[in-house]
C-alpha cells in the first residue's frame, strides 16, 4: 500500500487521478473502434502484469479505474500498470478527456450508525470497504458500478422527514429476497402501495430507500 503523497508524486504529469482510494482515468475517442482498440492492449498489459483495471468502454471515452481489491488500496502495482496505460493511451494519440473523471458518493447522516449500515448494506447489495479515516468503514458495490456509502455521525435527531431518497431498481424476480433481507436487517417497510413497481423502506432512523422493479412500468 502506498501513501496519498507517494501515489501523486509516482502518476505526476499523467491522466491518473487518485479518487477515494482508487485510481481513475478517462480517454476520449474518435468512435468506438478506437476505444476498443485501447482496451484490447490495455488488456493484453494488465494480463502480462497479472493486474487489471476495471474498463468501462463507451462511444467518445473509455473510463478505467485501477485498485488493489486484495487490500482495497492503491499499491505498488496499480502504479505501474497505470504507468504502462498511460504509455498505451499516448502511443494510440490518445489525450484525457475533455472533462475530469467523477465519482459521485452517498453520505447517510445518522445518530447510531452500527444499527443503520447493516440495513444499507443489504438493501443496496454492497460489501464493506476500507475507510482509513473511519472506524466503520464504507460500502461499496461489488460490481463497481455504483456510488459508494459512508455515515456521518449525528448529534442530534432530525426532526423532519428525510427530502432525499435513494431508488434502487433490481429485476423483478429479485425484489422479493431483497426486501425481506431489508427489512431483516433492521429495515422499516413505509408503503407498499405502488408494489410492485415498488416498495418503500427506511433505516431504523427513517433514511428512505424505493426497492424498485420494471414491473407495471410498461
Not at 438493501?123 to 458500478?145: F, H, K
Not at 432530525?158 to 427530502?163: L, P, S, T
Not at 431498481?169 to 402501495?193: K, Q
Amino acid at each position: 500500500m502506498l501513501t496519498g503523497a507517494e501515489i501523486v508524486a509516482a502518476l505526476r504529469g499523467t491522466p491518473w487521478n487518485l479518487f477515494l482510494g482508487r485510481l481513475h482515468a478517462s480517454f476520449a475517442v474518435e468512435n468506438l473502434a478506437a476505444g476498443v482498440r485501447l482496451a484490447d492492449r490495455v488488456s493484453e498489459a494488465a494480463d502480462s502484469a497479472g493486474h487489471h483495471p476495471d474498463i468501462d468502454l463507451r462511444y467518445t471515452s473509455v473510463h478505467l479505474v485501477l485498485v488493489s481489491h486484495d487490500v482495497q488500496a492503491v499499491t505498488v502495482r496499480d502504479v505501474r500498470l497505470a504507468l504502462t496505460i498511460a504509455e498505451i493511451a499516448s502511443a494510440e494519440g490518445l489525450a484525457p478527456s475533455a472533462t475530469s473523471p467523477q465519482i459521485t458518493e452517498i453520505a447517510v447522516d445518522a445518530l447510531d450508525i452500527p444499527t443503520i449500515r447493516p440495513f444499507w448494506k443489504t438493501v443496496l447489495a454492497y460489501v464493506d470497504g476500507i475507510d482509513l479515516d473511519s472506524e466503520v468503514g464504507d460500502l461499496c458495490d461489488p460490481r463497481g458500478i455504483g456510488p459508494s456509502v459512508w455515515f456521518q455521525q449525528m448529534s442530534e435527531p432530525r426532526v423532519q422527514r428525510n427530502r432525499i431518497h435513494l431508488d434502487v431498481t433490481i429485476a423483478h424476480r429479485e425484489a422479493p429476497a431483497r426486501l425481506a433481507a431489508a427489512l431483516d436487517a433492521g429495515g422499516v417497510l413505509v408503503s407498499d402501495a405502488a408494489a410492485p413497481r415498488f416498495w418503500v423502506v427506511a433505516d431504523a432512523e427513517g433514511n428512505e430507500v424505493c426497492i424498485c422493479t420494471p414491473e407495471g412500468r410498461h
